[in-house]
């Protein structure tokens, strides 16, 4: 597994490993083995998802600098 794969494929990959594993019908050591692929691509999705929070939270200013993007919340 690498890291070049998209989100939406790494979250499929780990769907598809919960569906496994929640069969119940799988010999121990490939379940080891099942479950330690889903814990890489669940870190790998919750990296994704922090860099893209990150980069939703900046945007670029009208002199092409970095600046915090907050939301007004209304009253």
């Known amino acids: 597994m690498t890291n070049d794969i998209s989100f939406e494929e790494a979250l499929?990959?780990?769907?598809?490993i919960v569906n496994k594993l929640e069969a119940g019908d799988v010999p121990l050591e490939q379940a080891i083995e099942?479950?330690?692929?889903?814990?890489?691509?669940?870190?790998?999705?919750?990296?994704?998802?922090?860099?893209?929070?990150?980069?939703?939270?900046?945007?670029?200013?009208?002199?092409?600098?970095?600046?915090?993007f907050i939301i007004q919340e209304e009253e």
């Open 12 to 16: 499929e990959k780990l769907e598809d």
């Open 34 to 68: 099942y479950y330690a692929e889903g814990s890489k691509l669940s870190k790998l999705c919750h990296d994704k998802l922090t860099k893209a929070d990150k980069q939703l939270k900046e945007i670029m200013n009208e002199n092409g600098e970095k600046e915090s």
